[in-house]
């Protein structure tokens, strides 16, 4: 892990969300803006948070202050679902889930079996991370061990908090892509041993999706998650049509897809699946009843043609969600981007996504559905630092457009839907600043 500068200082603008009530969407009372604000962080936590006028007599002489006046800080984004060996075809034309799958994203993760490969891409994932203003991730890896060392090597090179884990896939994909129930099980247990709770790594036991895997190995993940009961399950479900009615023909004695889940014992507080954009009513109570979380992902769900994720409904079932790019049937690493996305699918359904509502599935929302809200998502005291400086005017539209902002509701609102890397002026990573941007505009 590289070193952690003992105490360092930030004035600027900051804004984040204190905290929820479940069900209550609208969340303006627990919105916190401070227009002069100080953030005192101490070994990488947050030691002191509030107004400047308050806090700045409690700076020892020596230290370095850095003032950001222009600039609005956030707390760090987080990506509740995203694929790193998919960083090179994002964007791959023309195909919904099933086909897309088997035409572009098989025989890329087929390269993940070269160790030197994957780091090269883990690297890249990271950077790109990053530049985007996400500071913590809960990614797939392949069904190789070797990318599950190289990724997690890269997040400790910049003491990254991420979770990550090895695909489990024993069917229906090519051999060089598949492991067996045993050994899906055996390459986890080393890879959980070697890397849950190191450092800011924590792992996800990630079967890919019920087709690919036999009743054995859901069977086999159920026993590790019973066995290691603090590791996370990560997997997809109820993206599109057709994947459904196959998970429907693959298991017909369960009731449904996520009954599959359930049954193997792979639902539960610190389970996330990615999509759910088709869930039964039943299957809506399900994720409620075992506090299982949802990773909306609105750029993958619109890139694959799969549906519009009724994120309502998460406010009114009580369910924990969490925004995801799903790089790469997602567009963008940019949380932004994704917000922009996810402000029209709610659109298409007749609803609203209030900006402050954005900011909170972006940060602590994020952290809920990750069960890591008592260490991020906001600028609460003893809190992690990871945090964004954001520059809401990035390109001349932007400058005229925040000159009119009402508000700091607007300005924010304006930023998701005009902003993306360009707006990321820096990026705080358990304190220490992991990614400044250049000067000169890309
Ligand atoms: N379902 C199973 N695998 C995948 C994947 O790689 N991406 C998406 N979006 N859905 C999946
Ligand atoms: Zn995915």
Redesign the pocket.
């Known amino acids: 892990m590289s070193s952690v500068i003992a105490t360092t200082a930030i004035r600027g603008r900051f804004l984040d969300i204190q905290n929820t009530v479940a069900q209550a969407r609208d969340i303006h009372d627990q919105v916190r803006y401070v227009e002069d604000g100080l953030v005192i962080i101490h070994e990488g936590k947050i030691q002191w948070f509030g107004p400047w006028r308050e806090g700045h007599s409690r700076l020892p002489t020596d230290l370095e202050l850095q003032h950001y006046p222009d600039q609005l800080i956030v707390p760090g984004f987080i990506d509740t679902h995203i694929?790193f060996p998919?960083t090179e075809m994002v964007g791959a034309y023309g195909e919904q889930?099933l086909e897309w799958?088997n035409t572009y994203?098989f025989p890329t993760e087929i390269q993940f079996q070269d160790a030197s490969y994957s780091e090269k891409i883990a690297e890249f994932f990271v950077q790109e991370l990053l530049k985007n203003g996400t500071t913590t991730a809960l990614v797939?890896c392949t069904v190789h061990p070797e990318s599950v060392d190289a990724l997690f090597n890269a997040a400790t090179t910049r003491n990254m908090r991420l979770i990550a884990g090895k695909v489990l896939m024993d069917r229906h994909a090519p051999e060089a892509l598949t492991d067996t129930a045993e050994t899906a099980y055996i390459d986890s247990k080393a890879l959980i041993e070697k890397w849950h709770g190191q450092g800011r790594n924590l792992y996800a036991i990630t079967p890919?999706?019920a087709p690919?895997s036999t009743p054995e190995q859901l069977q086999k993940a159920g026993q590790l998650k019973a066995e290691y009961p603090d590791v996370y399950v990560h997997t997809?479900l109820s993206?599109n049509k057709n994947?459904i009615a196959w998970v429907k023909e693959l298991f017909p004695e369960r009731e449904g897809y996520l009954d599959v889940y359930h049954h193997y014992g792979l639902t539960g507080s610190k389970s996330v699946f990615?999509?759910c954009v088709h869930l039964e009513d039943e299957e809506w109570d399900c994720m409620h009843q075992t506090d299982s979380a949802i990773a909306f992902?609105p750029t993958?769900n619109l890139f694959?043609g799969s549906g519009l994720f009724p994120l309502k409904k998460t406010w009114d079932k009580g369910v924990k969600v969490g925004l995801g790019t799903?790089i790469g049937?997602g567009t963008s690493f940019n949380q932004l981007q994704t917000l922009n996305e996810a402000y029209k699918v709610q659109q298409l359904q007749g609803e609203k996504l209030s900006a402050f509502e954005a900011l909170y599935h972006a940060t602590l929302g994020g952290a809920k559905a990750l069960s890591l809200d008592d260490r991020l998502g906001n600028f609460n005291i003893g809190k992690e630092a990871d945090f964004v400086v954001l520059n809401l005017n990035a390109t001349a539209l932007q400058q005229l457009r925040q000159s009119r902002a009402k508000n700091i509701e607007d300005a924010f609102f304006a930023l998701t839907m005009l902003g993306d890397d360009r707006n990321i002026a820096a990026t705080y990573v358990y304190g220490a600043a992991v990614y400044v941007k250049a000067a000169a505009s890309e």
């Open positions: 694929h998919q889930l799958l994203t797939f890919r999706f690919t997809h993206e994947e990615a999509h992902c993958s694959l799903d049937a």
